[in-house]
């Protein structure tokens, strides 16, 4: 469990953030779509978590088609890599003070959420699955990845980077190119 492998410091809380976006907008008015990324902070209780004043909105973007990836993601990545960096201190009524590190749990997406947002090929392409190295074969028009008693290669955080740095216009092995997530997740780890 990444939860539990992640560093603590006993005298520190945590606040741990599971970040949430779907391939599909939320809203349609007008030929726009608004397309939230939120957010819900782990160490509260289910089913409270789940209400909507727990639920914060960390992005949203509003246009007529998918929102791009970097313009969306990097002011929220580059404000949770502040928070991750400096515990958050609250001085209480007492003069005593807490401190409470930010840690990001996981990334959840659906499918097409996942493929855009990692910039990884989509669950139905050519080496779609995103935690190993089967390619798939064609049969008509679909994509199968048949049972096979060879264990394929698995996909690491060294192996997302690797591969999107080389970024030359095709993807390797399912990745087409750089996620500014690989800076506070391990993929595919961290997005199941």
């Not at 004043?53 to 993601?73: C, D, I, Q, Y």
Request: hydrophobic share 40%; charged share 20%; glycine share 6%.
């Amino acid at each position: 469990n990444i939860y539990r492998q992640l560093p603590t410091n006993e005298s520190q809380r945590n606040i741990t953030i599971i970040l949430h976006s779907d391939g599909a907008p939320a809203v349609s008015v007008n030929n726009k779509s608004l397309w939230p990324v939120q957010a819900i902070i782990a160490e509260i209780p289910i089913p409270v978590r789940d209400i909507k004043s727990a639920v914060m909105l960390f992005g949203v973007w509003l246009a007529a088609k998918k929102p791009p990836r970097n313009p969306l993601l990097i002011p929220i990545i580059t404000q949770l890599e502040v928070l991750m960096r400096s515990p958050i201190v609250l001085k209480q009524k007492d003069g005593s003070r807490l401190s409470y590190n930010v840690r990001i749990q996981q990334a959840i997406f659906d499918l097409p959420a996942r493929a855009h947002f990692l910039n990884i090929v989509q669950y139905n392409g050519y080496y779609g699955c995103g935690d190993c190295c089967i390619e798939g074969v064609a049969i008509g028009r679909q994509v199968y990845f048949p049972f096979s008693k060879k264990t394929e290669k698995l996909k690491d955080h060294q192996f997302y980077l690797r591969n999107a740095k080389i970024n030359d216009g095709r993807f390797i092995q399912g990745i087409k190119g750089p996620t500014p997530l690989s800076s506070i997740l391990l993929l595919p780890y961290q997005t199941p």
